[in-house]
Nanobody
Framework: QLHLVESGGGLVQAGGSLRLSCATSGTIFSINAMAWYRQAPGKQRELVARITRAGTTNYADSVKGRFTISGDIPKNTVYLQMNSLKPEDTAVYYC????????WGRGTQVTVSS
């Protein structure tokens, strides 16, 4: 069982930047991939970015060129650098780890003001 803790959310003006961190503890060797998802009010949770144990990354079209996922799964921490933030990026951002099934953190709020 994993314990995932997100940090780094907050309030930022449009065009600004934030860096989210996800720290993990527990059975790290079982993680196949980690990802960031987000959920805005009234909307479904959506994938933002994913990184595999091998370092392969993929992004939602809406964040390509603005967000960067990085980190090292065996070193227990994954980051999401968010640049050129837009009001539509406002959401609760969740850290996800896939170990054969999805495991989730509690989320961190990101609010982008116009």
């Amino acid at each position: 069982q994993l314990h995932l803790v997100e940090s780094g959310g907050g309030l930022v003006q449009a065009g600004g930047s934030l860096r989210l961190s996800c720290a993990t503890s527990g059975t790290i060797f079982s993680i196949n991939a980690m990802a960031w998802y987000r959920q805005a009010p009234g909307k479904q949770r959506e994938l933002v970015a994913r990184i595999t144990r091998a370092g392969t990354t993929n992004y939602a079209d809406s964040v390509k060129g603005r967000f960067t996922i990085s980190g090292d799964i065996p070193k227990n921490t994954v980051y999401l650098q968010m640049n050129s933030l837009k009001p539509e990026d406002t959401a609760v951002y969740y850290c996800n780890a896939y170990t054969g099934y999805d495991q989730w953190g509690r989320g961190t709020q990101v609010t982008v003001s116009s």
